[in-house]
Structures are given as structure tokens and as C-alpha cells.
């Protein structure tokens, strides 16, 4: 595909109306990407700026040019900070995964996307591991769980969707354990999909594949169909947005379910059965996943969940909600320039302040991002999942 | 080994000679057209970045060393070519040194690198109950220094002054690589100068305590009436910081823009309420203004405290008409205050269709207002709408304004700018310390235009200009896109 015919298909006016006020870039909330790489082509504005130099002829569309904006392309996170402040209201999260697909059909899509890819077409999840062993999170309690496999829902059960990392990440897959503690502590109905579970499709959303993601959509919204699912729940938070935000664009219509992150969902719950005492008292700081918060608009949650656990005061970190820093994983950059990731989780604990004692998180991605960059750092910061946090508080009680 | 080569050896990755980097660091705000590059502008050698002042200081030693020349650059918010090439360069790209080193309640300064952009320092001493006096309406992005090179107005001028004087003292990088501090004394040397004297390292600023903002909003079918209030405001109350002064057509095209959130500009256009299509005057007091000066006249209306409030908060967002472009040719100039009505009338009888401009007034009688052309910069009419600026320039003149700023497009109009003494103090150090001319040639002073030498850039602009308005008026091109057909078909009913 032309550059030329990319903007005239894809990008429109868009580039030519960025007004260059660099706000996207400079301002203390903006493009964590600029902020340690610092090149032009690193900001929101330099990436547009170098897409009118091809349509004005300025730049020619030859591999140096292209490996440059791929390079640029790939050390961005999509956590939208460059949509938040962006003056003349640009979608850019629209314009970047536009633009990945333009590098993606010129042959430049990174060695390591392009075998999170296969993984996805041959095993449906991004570790690329057989699809039985999804359920290995489940083999201390796999007796408990049987029967939830796609066990037909009444009006009031929930279907879980647990997503690739909390399956089958390292750090993170004790995490649907706990889910599975907690909703059996509160007599909540819920079916799981096991091995039926495909990724949500999100690593092909974001390299702007809509029609790669199809078929992911397609399965997991037939399979949640069978089990009678009226209201599906997630933990993550790019699965969240992928159901929310992608799916209904795939199937031109609304979906035939609600959906909620667990931490909505669990709200309701706890208020009519709240944990009696917790464990001792302490401080507490919530990331807003940039998934959640930016892209779907979507702050209070899990805030109001924290607030109904006893014992824990709710701290913000300096910037938080719009302007929150990001854990640097997003976007696919985990995959892309790992080292980046570090940096920018590095940045994000610099505004960590001396008090807080624990990190909590509503995605699985962040968890991993910020738990890799404390033991790095050696600070003194438990990282700890939402659910996690809501399993102790009931613990609390048992003790 | 090529000039390009030498960079790379000795800077390695702090020095970029990749051809996205170059092209995209080729322009500033402003959009420029094929031709006109064509005749005046270059891709540069390369960038160099510099993370220290250390660094900075290597670069430009360097560069003195290899004759190379060199063009300062902070964000590249401003659109009259200051901060960019003009034939073989490389651009150092200030951005980096952004480093506030203290600040002093007891004498109210702070010190910052250059790099330190006004909102990085306002949001630092605002946990301090400090605040800054005078700074631009691109604050969120634009540098301290940038501004200071570019002789800046804006916000809270109408009491602390223009970017002068806010400056205590700097620290310079010559451009033959030698450190120096200077005093106030020497402010000259840097004063809207677009960095033609060497690079600023350090900047001690004057600072004020945050007080409350008293914020009032007037509206006003008549431009004469709110410059009455204007005049009153800026003779007698002295606690005023800032005077602010928007179009009806300006004012149209924000609503526009604020009421076409998923909207078709033409239903947005439909729920702009014309009745409302008047000037607009924002007054910013550190004290109450007593109700006996609010408002006397009954052609003037009051507005509610929150709606201007709200305005206030999102002083930052002007900008936001571009989306109505997708292009815009901006062009800023400073006028005597007593000359705006006349200059304005100037403006509207020789373009004769609606035109966006907003004003800031300046402590000394002066104005600066900013006008909007909007075009596009994809089509053949970007080289028109290049004239623009240039006429609105000569109009100014005829009241005895000038050019906002100098950079590159307006060079050669320095004895505008700047008086006889800063001219010949500047011309000696230029000499001194850069004989050659590396330090951001063919700024402030118009040099030899480089296709026929025997005459300079300001007379090839001027010819350009003439001819170009004449070729206009025979094919009767309008140098400008009509700012929204929908919002115009309104006003014509």
C-alpha cells in the first residue's frame, strides 16, 4: 500500500490538522515514549510531522524512511497520553494503528511481532502453548472447577474471561485462582470457558488487524454465547477494552452481553457482604491501566472497590486518572524493545511516594511491568492485583 | 569526510543524520510550500542532542572548530523560521536540558536550564505558592529560553511586560564554545535575537507569589467601547495582569469547534448563537477590580464569573480552531495601542471577508495580535497564503507597528525591532565571537539570497510579495480558505 493511498483510505485530514503546539509531546503528562528517547520522530507530533513529509513528497517512502517510523512506531505504548492532551482532538491511537499496518504490509513488522503472531494464528494465545494447557493455573483446584467449564449460565451467573497473561503469565497466574476463591466465597454463579478461551485478539487490534482479530472475536463471542453469558467479567484490562472498544466495530452491532472488569462487578458484591476486618492497616496507591482509564474513559471502579476494603487508605500517585503514567508494557512494547518498558515503569516509580506501601493493579500487563521494575529498583513496594487485594481482606476475616 | 560524517564519528547517537529526522526538524510551526522552500529552506546536515550543558558546550565548540554551521532549537512552537535551516546546518535541539536548578523566594527568581518549558516551571512553583509573571499562550509546550529568543508576549504582560523582563540574569554558550554569565546589563545579546549570539544554558527569571485570579469577561458589539475599557484598565489599575482581546469571528470559530463534538460543522454551525457574535475582552486582576469599573456602559455586557472562569482555565487552547483548516498561516504584530481600532479597520477594508484574531495587550501601550489564515498546505494556495502574513506586516507599519518577531521570514526588519545601540552592540559580538557567521545564520539580519547574491533575502521576500499580490488580484485568488463555509453562510443570512 502507498503512503499516498494509506492517507487518503485511512488517515484523511488528520495529520495536516495537528497544529505542531507540541503539547503532546512536552507537556508532564504526555508521550512517555519522547520523554526517554527524545528524537522528534519519538513524539505524537514528529510521527505525524513525518507522515505529511511523505504525502508532500518531502520523504520518500524507502526502507530507510520506513524502518525509522517503524522504529518510532513500535517504541510507542498506545497509552493514548497524546490523545488526552492533543488540542485539536486528534484520534491518535486511530492514526498509529493505521500506520503500523502500513509498516506491517511494507514488510517491517518486528521478528518478535511477527512470532507473537504466528503464536496467535497456530494456538490462539500468545505464548504459542497448546490450548489444553490454558487451564494449568487450575490444577490446584481443578475439582472445584470442572463442572464451570462452560457450564450453562442462569440470568444471574457471570462468564469469566481471564485472558492470555492471567492464564498463562508467569507472575500473574495465581491471579484467576484467587477469582475463583473469591467468587466461591460470595456464592457468585459463574462458567468459565477453559480451554475454549482464545486470546482476545488484542496484539492484532493494535497493530490496527481488525480482520486478524476476527476470527478471535467470532469464537469467544459464540463460545460466551453458549454458556447463556448476559454478563461477561475480566481482570483485564486490555481484554476489557478489546470486548468494549473492538468487538462491537467487528460485528457492526452492540454486543449480546454487558461486560464489567471484575472490580465493577465485585462492588455490588461486597457492599452486601463486606469483609468484616482486614489485615493490618496501610497506604495504598492504584495505577490506572491506560487500557482502562484513557482509552475507555473508565476511573472509578476500581477506586470505589478499594475504598469498601477495610484498612486500606486509598492514596493517588501525582498524576493519576487522564494523566497517569504508564507502566510502559502496552502497545505490544513488551515484545518490541523489553528494555523500554523497564525505563518507562522506572518513570512511573519515581512518582511513587514514600508512604505507599502497596501498588495495586487492574491489569495483568502492569502488574507484570511494575513487579519486574521494583525487584530491579530494590524498592520496598508490594505490587498487588485488585483481586488479590479483595481475596486478603476476606482472609482478614478468617484469621 | 563530509561535514555530516565528522558529526557522526565524534557525537555518535546523540547526532542524527536519518533522513525522517531531517525533514521533520526542516520546519516549525508554519507550513511552507514547495516553492518556497524551494528557494529558502534546506533539510538540515543532522540534529545533534544534547543531554548536558556539558554536552551542549562539546557540540558548539565543535561545530566553531569544523565551521560548521549550527541553528538552536527549543520545541519548534514558533512559525517565523527562527529555529530553522536556511543552507547547510545542523539544528541542536535544546529540548533536553530541562533541569530547574532553584529558585529564590526571598528575591523571587528561579533558575532553570534552558530547555525548562513554562508549565514544567509553573506546576513546580506552584507547590511552593509561587507562580510566574508574564509567559506565552503556547506555555504548555514553548521553552523559557525559545521564548526569550523570540522577544515573547502573552499572558500577564499587561503588568510584568514582555519576555525582557522577566530575565534576571544567563548563562551563553558563545558561539566559538566559550561559557559566559551576563547580567541583565547584556539582556540585548539574547532579546529576540533568535539565538544568533550563541546558545542559552541557564536563565535566573523573575518569579511572583500566587495570588487569587480575579477573572472578568466583557462583551461588546463595539470594538471602540472595549477599547475605552482597555485604555481605562491599563492607565489606572495597576493590579491588572492581563488584557485579552478576541475577534466575533474568532469567538465564532471556538464555539464552532467546542459545539461540533460529534457534530457536522454544518449542524454546529446551526447552534452557534449569533446574537453572541461580538468582541470579547478577558481581564485577569491579582485584586477584586471594584464594581464602579466593571461596567458603566450600556453597549458593554458583564459575563458570568464561571463562564469566564472556565475560559480562563483553557487560555492554552486557541489553537483548537485549526481544526477548522486543516492548515493555518499564522501572523503576529505588535501595534501601538492607541492605533489598534485604525489598524484593525486597515485589516478588515483590505481583506474584506471575516478573519480570526486575538490580542494581548502589553504593559507600555502596545498590542500584540495574532491573526489566523486558515489554508491548506497540500494545495498550490499555500504559496498564497504565504503573502499574508507579509501584508498584514505592511499594514502594521503604516500605524507604526512591526513584525511580532524577526526569525528568518521577517529578517532584515530588525531596525523595527530593535534600537541602534542593541544593533550596533549585537554586530560587534557577532563579529568578536563568530566571524564566520555559524550561529543560526540568516537570522534577524537579511543575508544575500543565495540563488542571486547581489541582493538580499527581505528584497527577494518583498518582490515575491508585491508580485504575488498582483497575480492575485488578476486571477482573483484569495490568499487564504474561507475560515467554515457553513459558519459564513450563516453570518451572510
Known sequence: MQIKELIDAELGTEPFICALCGYCRQSEAACPEFKLLHWEIFSPRGKLAAVKALEKGQLKANETTIARITESLYNCTMCSACSEVCLVDIDLIALWKNLRRWVTKEGFLPDTLSDLFDNLDESKNIYGVDLIDRNLWAMNIEDEVEERYNAKLSNEGVGVFFGCVFSMGGSVRDVPEKVVEVFEKLGIEYSLLGTEEWCCGNPFFLNGLPEKGKDFAEHNLAKLKEMNVKKMVTGCAGCFRVFTEEYPKITNEPLPFEVQTIAEFLVEHIKNNPPIQSQKAFKAVFKDPCELGRHCNYYEPPRELINQLPGIELLEFPHSREEAFCCGAGGLLKATNAPLTLDMAHILLEELQPEVEAIVNSCPTCQEAIEKAVKKEGIDVEVIDIIDLVLRAYQGDEK | MNKTDILEQRFKKSFSSNTVDRAIYSSDLAPTSKIVSFFFISKPLGILLPRTITDLQEMITFCYQNKISFIPRGSGTSGYGGATPTRKSVIIDCSRLVDIISFDKENMTATVESGVTFEQLTRFLEKEELTLRSYPSSAPAATIAGWIAQGGMGFGTAKYGTAKDQVVSFNLIRPDGTLENYSIDDLDLIYALSGITGIITQLTIKIRSLTNENVYGYNSPSLEK???????????????????????????????????????????????????????????????????????????????????????????????????????????????????????????????????????????SEAIILFYFFTDERSFSLNFAFLNPLVIVQLAEKVGGRAYALGYWFSGYEKKLLSPATLNKVRHYKEKHDESSLCNPDKVFSRRFKWFPIISNKTVIKLGSFSGQILMKILRIKGYKKANTSYLKKMKK
Open chain 2, 226 to 364: 472595549l477599547l475605552e475599557k482597555v485604555d481605562i484598565f491599563t492607565n489606572n489599575n495597576h493590579s491588572i495582569h492581563t488584557i485579552h482581546l478576541q475577534n466575533p469571528d474568532f469567538r465564532s470559530l471556538k464555539q464552532l469547534i467546542d459545539k461540533g463534538e460529534n457534530k457536522t460543522s454544518e449542524e454546529a454551525s446551526d447552534s452557534i448563537d449569533l446574537s453572541e457574535h461580538e468582541y470579547h475582552l478577558l481581564v485577569v486582576s491579582e485584586e477584586e477590580i471594584k464594581e464602579n469599573d466593571l461596567s458603566k456602559d450600556s453597549k458593554i455586557k458583564l459575563l458570568s464569573p464561571d463562564i469566564i472562569k472556565e475560559e480562563w482555565e483553557k487560555r492554552f487552547t486557541s489553537l483548537r480552531i485549526k481544526r477548522l483548516g486543516p492548515s493555518i498561516m499564522p501572523c503576529e504584530v505588535v501595534i501601538p495601542q492607541d492605533k489598534f481600532h485604525t489598524f484593525i479597520k486597515l485589516v478588515q477594508k483590505k481583506f474584506n471577508e471575516p478573519i480570526a484574531w486575538e490580542s494581548h495587550f502589553v504593559k507600555g
